[in-house]
């Protein structure tokens, strides 16, 4: 099974190098082979000892060495992002630096590049084509839906059916299988599902109003999560849905309200089906758990306030220095890699003034986006890409989801894509635009 994954990402950068050097649109291939390919994108094609570099992190080297005008100039608008990229990676580098594993930490900053190389291309292909926007929302998709066939098999055949030679142990315990689908864990592709939900409800004819197959849709991936056992994904799409009721047009709050109260019959009449509402674990007991962590994490934290212990530190730190943060898992001793907490995390390995720059340029995005909304400089459509966001936001507090590419572009896109809706105006010559942002 190992060597198929080797076979896989061998075949992966032999057709993405072809594909570029054969298209008139390089920049335009890199962006959506990343949404078509990704079931593979998150394959390693470096070892540990040379930074765990995904087939993705390689991808956008190779788009950064070929597309390098792209990065030569700055839109006025976009300054602010620009300048807190520059200020994270200062940051980054200084907490490796000064800390207790500084090669691990300088090497994993080598994975924080390709996410800004993605998000600036993405946004300078937006801005020199108005056409490109529905077609990344296609690509997303796509993508969401190719994951629900695996998921649709992994029902008939059971997990024999993977991506993956090991899976996450979460994935089938006392409580029954947590499909996966093509991820190596479960909740990873709860989340992932929750995001890319709110697509579905994309009418280009009448953005205010979704239409009966975009419903279908939308609960359709609601009923794929359910099957993942993710709760925190659910309440991070519920999160999503009050978002949309709050601020959608009448229509958006008719159709959802009739699609909680659909959702709510399904969970009624099929709840002992969904692990998700089957599960037997002790809450308090989980809670206990989790809040023993938290406050290890938080310690350390205290211990590092400004600059942190270093990104990607986390595992070697506990089994250095706190080493009660651990798991027994058949008979073996596993230090935890993270606190079962995205927020603390981050916090822990960037220091205070990191987390406060990497949160600073995704609330600056959705909060641009409200307010270019609220001045009516972009439609709602921009709604439907901040509940992503908050659905993520929701989740993370219990889920460290982003060290899986797949979310992480997710993730990316979405805020790129505010960004471009927000400041399109300012960039480009005053005109009207069309549900996605098209000249009309």
Known sequence: MKSLMVVLTAAALVIFIVLLLSSRHPRRTYLLFMLYAMPVIDLKVTPWQFGSLSLFDACSYAMLFLRYKDFLSVYKPNRYYFGGFCTLIFLLLLGSLTSSFITNSLLTILSVFPVFIYARLLMVECMQNNNFLPKMVKGLQLACLISMAFLAVQLVVGLEFRFYPELNQNTLDSNGIRYPSYFHDSQKYAQFLAMLSFLFLINYKNIQRPNLRNLVLFLSVAVAMFLTGGRSAFLGLSAGVFFL?????????????????????????????????????????????????????????????????????????????????????????????????????????????????????????????????????ANGLVLLFIAPIISWLVSFVSLYSITDRRNLIVLVCFCSLLIYLSNRSKIVDEEPVSAYGEPV
């Open 245 to 377: 009721l709050l601020f959608a047009g009448a229509q958006y709050k008719k159709y959802i309200i009739a699609g909680c109260l659909a959702g709510g019959l399904v969970i009624a009449f099929f709840s002992q089906s969904l692990i998700m509402f089957n599960r037997k674990d002790d809450f308090n007991n989980s809670f206990d758990f989790r809040a023993a962590i938290w406050q290890e994490a938080y310690d350390i934290y205290k211990a590092h306030p400004f600059l942190g212990i270093g990104i990607g530190n986390y595992k070697d730190y506990v089994s250095k220095f706190s080493q009660d943060q651990y798991l027994i898992l058949e008979d073996e001793i596993v230090f935890l890699d993270q606190p079962e907490n995205g927020y603390l995390k981050i916090l822990t390995e960037f220091g205070a003034p990191g987390f406060i720059v990497v949160f600073a340029l995704i609330l600056g995005a959705v909060v641009g986006a409200v307010r270019a909304w609220i001045k009516k400089q």
